[in-house]
């Protein structure tokens, strides 16, 4: 299935080396997600002209991996190589700031638009449990490592010169690095687990990631007509008991969830379980049912009459193995 449509924009901001100074809040750079956080897909920043023409470290990181509630949003943070020093004042792991210090860091990113620049893709919940319940299984891992590849390139298509990229592992971090290698043989890549604490560059997108998760997460706009929709989710994690609860208060017991919930996420499973309307499926074999409607199937192929099977197997009881 993939990641999502992609429609990418590009975000212009005060221009200027890194400030000392909190730039004018983060809702310009993230309207997109305050109109539409479900639909926001990829978008960033302008590319700055010196990324265009000096190699650059690129950042790789994602916030909402592990929540029942919300999107999962991977981001992508770069600038020249010269510049990584600068960078690391700046920065720092965005698990360790608080919510308005991590806005406040994202405004100093934002605002340094002549040597850095960013981008981002959110993964809405209802197309997580889309690619984790259809058929052909596409697992979490499967679609992170998509996504990183996918704003990876979206960097390089839209001019800036990649030369070094840093990652935070999802699984093993050497069979990560190495599909990343084989995808990019031309970039000197490191994945590592904890990156965001090793790597400016992957700091700086860790804080972006996390801010544009945040954000959408409160601004969340519910399509389902609910009554008395609180926002009191907890932290989102499925052991978190506010989170539960929020969960219990919604349960619709024959729609289930709002597509803010991932479907495919064990506790949302489970509560689906108890408290929906089981349902059964009627058996569409009419030589077990003769009352079963017949299979939709039987509309389009029809299965070649078989000429009876000797007497001498019927006697012992045998069957061709492709029977049993």
């Known amino acids: 299935m993939g990641v999502p449509p992609v429609t990418p924009i590009s975000q212009g901001a005060v221009r200027g080396p890194l400030p000392s100074q909190t730039p004018p809040p983060t809702a310009m750079a993230l309207a997109r997600l305050e109109r539409d956080p479900a639909g926001a897909g990829r978008f ?6 010196l ?3 000096r190699p650059c470290a690129l950042g790789v990181d994602e916030a909402g991996r592990g929540p029942v509630l919300g999107p999962m949003v991977y981001g992508i943070c770069y600038c020249p190589v010269e510049k990584l020093e600068e960078l690391e004042a700046r920065v720092a792991d965005s698990k360790t700031l608080s919510e308005g210090e ?5 405004g100093l990113l934002e605002a340094a638009t002549d040597v850095l620049g960013w981008a981002l ?3 809405p919940p209802n197309h997580i449990s ?7 299984k596409y697992n979490l891992n499967e679609l ?6 996918g704003l990876i390139q979206f960097a390089l298509d839209s001019g800036v010169q990649v030369a070094e990229v840093f990652v935070d592992t999802v699984g093993p971090a050497e069979k990560y690095e190495a599909k990343l290698r084989q995808r990019f043989p031309g970039l000197e890549v490191t994945v590592r687990p904890k990156a965001d604490g090793l790597f400016p560059v992957v700091s700086a997108a860790s804080i972006c990631a996390k801010v544009a998760r945040d954000w959408a997460v409160k601004h969340w706009k519910f399509v389902e007509d609910l009554e008395d929709i609180d926002r009191d989710y907890g932290s ?4 978190d008991p506010k989170t539960k609860e929020w969960l219990r208060r919604h349960l619709e017991p024959v729609f289930g969830f709002p597509q803010f919930v991932r479907f495919s996420w064990g506790t949302a499973q489970e509560l689906l379980q ?3 309307v089981p349902i059964k499926w009627a058996d569409e074999d009419p030589k077990q049912d003769p009352t079963a409607p017949p299979s939709v199937l039987s509309y389009f192929a029809r299965t070649p009459a078989r000429r009876p099977p000797h007497r001498f197997f019927h006697e012992r009881s045998l069957r061709p193995l492709a029977e049993l």
């Open 44 to 49: 960033g920043s302008a590319v700055p002209p």
């Open 51 to 53: 990324c265009r023409h």
């Open 102 to 106: 991590r806005e406040r860091r994202f």
């Open 121 to 123: 893709h959110v993964l």
């Open 130 to 136: 889309a690619c984790m319940q259809q058929r052909a």
């Open 144 to 149: 992170s490592h998509d996504t990183a590849v």
């Open 236 to 239: 989102g994690y499925p052991n």
């Open 274 to 276: 108890r408290g929906g």
